[in-house]
């Protein structure tokens, strides 16, 4: 694995009220090298009010121990399900809130496009994103047991590809655009009903 001095560093988090997977990844844009990640397991605490908390908890202490400039996260969605959106919503909010407290840069993604930036298919299978994700990070063959690890590993890559086109857009903002407004607005909306379908296990 290449140890990369000099570079960027993102928090990437795969919110869930079961389930919260976390990946820390340091980039130069052109290589990406893992620092940590894995799962911050909820299902054995039964107050969803102290699982925020452990969120919480969870959240801050990588940014303490990484210090990473940006948080990326999977980007809120919306849909019939209000009781599992307000889960979910809970959970991403603890998180963002958490980062914002500490200064990181916050940026969304849906599942969508994290799959596909890594894979090259929107459609890809969690397997897909977890063997390309570690391939990126040159851990081949270090499947982790839980592939909300490695989701939260692929967001974190995700947003260190998307940076690299981000800075050429916001060097060729349109007159009158901001550029984080240039850059945002490229990026793609999502459904909150392809997300439940495709993670049904992270609500209870």
């Given at each position: 694995?290449q140890?990369?001095?000099?570079?960027?560093?993102?928090?990437?988090?795969?919110?869930?009220?079961?389930?919260?997977?976390?990946?820390?990844?340091?980039?130069d844009?052109?290589?990406?090298?893992c620092?940590?990640m894995?799962?911050?397991?909820?299902?054995?605490?039964?107050?969803?009010l102290?699982r925020?908390?452990?969120?919480?908890?969870?959240v801050?202490?990588l940014?303490?121990?990484?210090?990473?400039?940006?948080?990326?996260?999977?980007?809120?969605?919306y849909?019939?399900?209000?009781?599992?959106?307000?889960k979910?919503?809970?959970?991403?909010?603890?998180?963002?809130?958490?980062?914002?407290?500490?200064?990181?840069?916050?940026?969304?993604?849906?599942p969508?496009?994290?799959?596909?930036?890594?894979?090259?298919?929107?459609s890809?299978?969690?397997e897909?994103?977890?063997?390309?994700?570690?391939?990126?990070?040159?851990?081949?063959g270090?499947?982790?047991?839980?592939?909300?690890?490695?989701?939260?590993?692929?967001?974190?890559?995700?947003?260190?590809?998307?940076?690299?086109?981000?800075?050429?857009?916001?060097?060729?903002?349109?007159?009158?655009?901001?550029?984080?407004?240039?850059?945002?607005?490229?990026?793609?909306?999502?459904?909150?009903?392809?997300?439940?379908?495709?993670?049904?296990?992270?609500?209870?």
């Amino acid at each position: 694995m290449q140890e990369i001095r000099k570079g960027k560093t993102i928090l990437g988090i795969d919110p869930g009220t079961r389930l919260m997977g976390h990946g820390v990844v340091k980039t130069d844009g052109q290589h990406f090298e893992c620092k940590e990640m894995g799962v911050l397991d909820l299902r054995k605490e039964p107050d969803p009010l102290r699982r925020l908390e452990l969120i919480l908890e969870e959240v801050l202490r990588l940014i303490e121990a990484y210090a990473p400039q940006y948080l990326s996260i999977e980007s809120p969605f919306y849909g019939k399900n209000v009781q599992a959106l307000l889960k979910l919503g809970r959970a991403q909010g603890v998180a963002i809130a958490a980062s914002l407290s500490k200064g990181l840069e916050v940026h969304e993604y849906s599942p969508r496009e994290i799959k596909q930036s890594l894979t090259g298919k929107g459609s890809a299978s969690k397997e897909q994103v977890c063997a390309m994700a570690l391939r990126l990070t040159g851990m081949q063959g270090e499947a982790p047991k839980h592939l909300d690890a490695t989701d939260a590993l692929a967001a974190a890559i995700c947003h260190g590809i998307h940076s690299r086109f981000d800075d050429l857009r916001e060097k060729a903002a349109p007159e009158g655009l901001s550029p984080l407004s240039a850059a945002k607005t490229a990026r793609k909306k999502s459904s909150w009903a392809e997300f439940l379908s495709s993670h049904p296990d992270r609500i209870k």
